[in-house]
Every structure is written in C-alpha cells, then in structure tokens.
C-alpha cells in the first residue's frame, strides 16, 4: 500500500495512519515486513508469518527517526526508542533500541527517499506529546529542532557531571534533535551571571545538568532580569548530576517512573527532555531580616536536615551516600533549635479567625513596609508582590496559626516530592499545586525515632508512623524566626545565614521540563 493510505482499524493501536512492505534492516538481504503505523506504535508483522504483530514499537518510548539513501536506489528510515526494560531484580530502566527499515519500492532512488521520509517525518510527529488547545496554557512541547544550553558544573555531586553528559546524555538528545552548546560553570554564581545577560532568544531551554544548587542560581539570575516574566518562561530542565538530586528524582516521580537513581535516574530525565514536554512550577519567595529576597524551587530548611546537607559537603565525592555519613554524625550531636514557627494554612485550621478584609501592609519587591500599587501603576518589570506576607518588623496577622511549641529538631519547607533521591518527603506534592509543604520535628524525639522515620521517608511512609513529634500541614506562607543565630540555613540546599526568615508561595511562576 503507498505511503499515506489509510486503512480499517486495527485492534489496539488505533486506526491505521501509514502501511507498507519494506525491509527489516538496512541491507539488500533483509526480510521483508509488514508496517502499520497508528497514532500510539508501528506494528511490525512478519510478511506471510501469523497474523498477531511480531513487535509492537511504542511511540511513547520513541525520542527520534531518520530518513537515509542507501545502496542500490533503496533508502531507509530508522527509529530510536528507549523502552522500559525490567531487570530479574531492581526497577525497570530504559533501554536503547534502533529499528531500521529498508525501502525498495523500485528503481526510482527520488520516490524511495521521498517515502523514507514521509514515514520518519510522521513517526517523529507522533512521538512528540500531543497538548490540547485548552491545556496550551499550562502545557507546551519543545521545538524540532531544538535548540539548548546547557549550563554544567564539572564539580558537582562526586565530579562526573561533564563525563556522564557526553556519555549518557547528549547522544540520546543529538537522536532527538536537540542540538546543545554546553557552558561550563568554573566558580560560584557563574551560572547566576551567565543566565542574567544572555540572550535568551537563541535558546528553546536552558538545561541544567548539576545538583539542585546550580538551579537555584539559574532561578535566582533570570529573576534579576528586567525581562524576568518573559525569561521565566523559558522552559528549565533539570538533568541529575549532583548528590541529592531532589528535583530530578521529584520530575522522575511524577512521569509515573519507579525509583531509580545514578544513571539510570540521568536516562529517564534525558527521555523526558527528549520527549520535550514542558509544564509551569511554582516559586516560593523567601525574604530575610537582612533584607534578601530569594525564590525557591525545592525547600528551605533549618536545623537537623539542613546541618546533614551542609556538614556532609565535605563527603561529596561519595556521591549520595555522603548523605548517609552526614545523618548518622548530626544524629550522634542532635540538637535542639529554638525560636517561633508560624504560617497560613491552605484550608483554615478549626477555630482558626477567617481573614481580615484589610490585609496589613504586605512585602513588594523585597522591599520591607511596601505597599500593594494602584491597579495599573505597578512598575514595568516589578517583581511579584508577596501579598500574604508583612513586614518581618510585624507580627503575622492574626488569622495566622503560630505553632506553641518553640523547640524543634527541624523546620522543613518543601515545594517538591522529594528531598533526595533517596528521601519522598511529599508524596502528594506536584510541581504547581499552589502549596508549601511544611515538616516540622518537636524537641524531644529520641535518636531511635528520629532514624526511624528517615528510614521510612524512601518510601514516603513516614507520616504512617505516627510519630507525635513529627508534624506536617499543607500551607501558603510561613516565617521562621529563631531566638539566637544558631544552626544552618538552607535553600534549595544552598547555605543561608541564620536569621528570621519568611515566604509565600507563587503559583506556575516557571516552566520545567515535565514528563506529565
């Protein structure tokens, strides 16, 4: 049947979109087969051989196809897929598979090629997601060709990022046509100041292959831009090259993949970049007593969580593990931080005062005792104006919840599923669902306990222990004001001095590469 006729439906796979007899391999010799090609796999029959489909090529595995002339006025198309493969034990991981398929219809090379390509060219069409119009907003999918930078830090995790890139990553993108120019970080805020004065209008994304660290510093520079709401809707994507790699395994977690991690956990964050569907995320705006203003992508910390993330950087060359070292240290010297906890719950707690209707003066811009601008004054390029919040020289407003207690273990922020690649700490978190996920641990946990339910969150089963310590609400805005400068500071695992400390959170403030 000629390339683009169409045929009756076929059970399973839709109806027929493209059909032929061609070559099951690149040379003069090869076999012929059947093809029938439907919006969801190209079914490959054995010509005269049983009716049931010898092979069925999931599109969704496929990240790229080729058209080529071969020997003798012949030409071939080829698919790459990735598939989920399972091993006897562990998870399944994608592996590599190449399909060739040779084209003889005749002596004529031009007509030979000219079919070779009409079904690569469908193939790489149905292999891209398909967004409805009414999702536009929220979803989007890479161009063909595309066109990315790669921001890489050589230092990250145990010092493999550049090497793992050119061995795992980039061939998988040159399949899918993602053409890449990669700069190399070689200080702190390298990164920060590249994306600030780049023009962004020669990129389609800007990839990211380090830790959580160096996204931070790429969020954090295009917020600086005066372009910063067109800059943040450049897509971002986050490729595992650092330790804990929290956003690469939360990004893993809700394409539905099972827990992987090293490459098998690059692979799968490398399908999804190639597949190049793309999502809004949310931004948690941090403000300091100094006067900072931050956004957050992943979480903030302080107490013991932060002291194991900071303590164990000199372990990183251990890569994950070094985590492991770092809390069995932090849990032999626990300590105890004190100071006032207080934040807005999403859902009003019982008995909690519903909102007044004249909220006090909020923080805009970073700015201390600013107030909201008249509509329509709102300066060209001002930065979102945190509304929930007010000045930290102010109490909280009074439909706030203020925790009772004032001794904690740990005071956790997280936007994000996971805290590691080994640590689920939100199961029920996805990348724009407007909320902060607050974890805190009261003083008096035993060091049991407290092992106890780190064990448990690598299946994020820690909530089901029911530990009277441990405490978790869904909420929009929080501070933190501890009572002397004491323990460590995180942000997105980045180390921040120890002082009051509030934020709100800014729903789809950015784009990520997403797998759903």
């Known amino acids: 049947m000629a390339a683009g006729r169409r045929a009756p439906p076929e059970p399973g796979g839709g109806p027929v979109l493209l059909q032929g007899v061609f070559g099951a391999g690149a040379t003069p ?130 010092g493999h990022a550049l090497e793992d890139f050119q061995a795992v990553a980039q061939p998988m993108l040159a399949e899918a046509d993602i053409a890449t120019t990669v700069f190399i970080t070689e200080r702190p805020h390298h990164a920060y100041e590249k994306v600030q004065d780049e023009d962004l209008s020669q990129w389609d994304t800007l990839v990211i292959m380090s830790g959580d660290g160096l996204l931070y510093e790429v969020v954090n520079g295009l917020m600086e831009r005066p372009d910063w709401a067109d800059a943040m809707k450049k897509p971002l994507c986050i490729l595992p090259g650092g330790s804990g790699n929290a956003l690469a395994a939360s990004i893993n977690y809700y394409a539905g993949n099972d827990h992987v991690t090293k490459k098998k956990l690059l692979t799968n964050c490398t399908f999804i970049l190639c597949k190049g569907l793309h999502t809004q995320m949310d931004l948690v705006s941090l403000s300091t007593a100094s006067g900072k203003r931050l956004f957050s992508f992943l979480g903030f910390g302080w107490g013991f969580i932060s002291d194991v993330d900071i303590d164990s950087e000199k372990y990183r060359r251990l890569g994950n593990a070094r985590f492991t070292v770092g809390t069995l240290q932090c849990l032999a010297k626990l300590r105890v931080y004190q100071g006032r906890l207080s934040y807005l719950p999403t859902v009003p707690e019982q008995g909690t005062p519903s909102p007044p209707g004249d909220p006090q003066a909020p923080i805009a811009n970073g700015q201390a005792g600013c107030t909201n601008s008249p509509a329509g004054t709102v300066a060209p390029g001002a930065l979102p104006e945190d509304s929930l919040l007010v000045p930290l020289s102010q109490p909280v407003p009074e439909h706030w919840t203020v925790v009772p207690e004032e001794e904690f273990v740990t005071v956790y922020a997280i936007y994000q599923s996971h805290l590691g690649t080994n640590l689920l700490m939100a199961p029920s978190a996805q990348l724009h669902d407007g909320c902060i996920h607050l974890f805190y641990l009261k003083a008096g946990i035993s060091r049991v306990a407290l092992l106890r339910i780190f064990l448990a969150m690598a299946k994020g089963t820690h909530l089901d222990l029911n530990c009277p310590h441990l405490c978790y609400v869904r909420v929009q805005a929080f501070r933190l004001e501890p009572r002397v400068a004491s323990g460590i500071m995180t942000v997105d695992g980045e180390a921040l001095t120890c002082e009051p400390v509030q934020g709100q959170v800014h729903s789809r403030l950015c784009r990520i590469i997403s797998g759903s």
């Open 29 to 158: 010799c090869a076999a012929p087969c059947s093809l029938l090609l439907t919006a969801a796999e190209l079914q490959v029959r054995r010509s005269g051989g049983s009716p049931g489909a010898e092979a069925s090529l999931r599109l969704a595995d496929c990240v790229g196809s080729a058209a080529f002339p071969a020997a003798a006025a012949a030409a071939c198309f080829s698919l790459v897929l990735y598939p989920l493969r399972g091993p006897r034990w562990g998870s399944p991981s994608r592996q590599r598979l190449e399909r060739t398929f040779r084209v003889a219809l005749g002596p004529d090379a031009e007509r030979n090629l000219r079919v070779a390509q009409a079904w690569s060219r469908r193939i790489r069409q149905l292999a891209l997601p398909a967004v409805s119009p009414r999702d536009g907003d929220s979803y989007g999918v890479l161009p063909r060709p595309c066109r990315a930078l790669v921001l890489l830090n050589p230092q990250s995790g145990a």
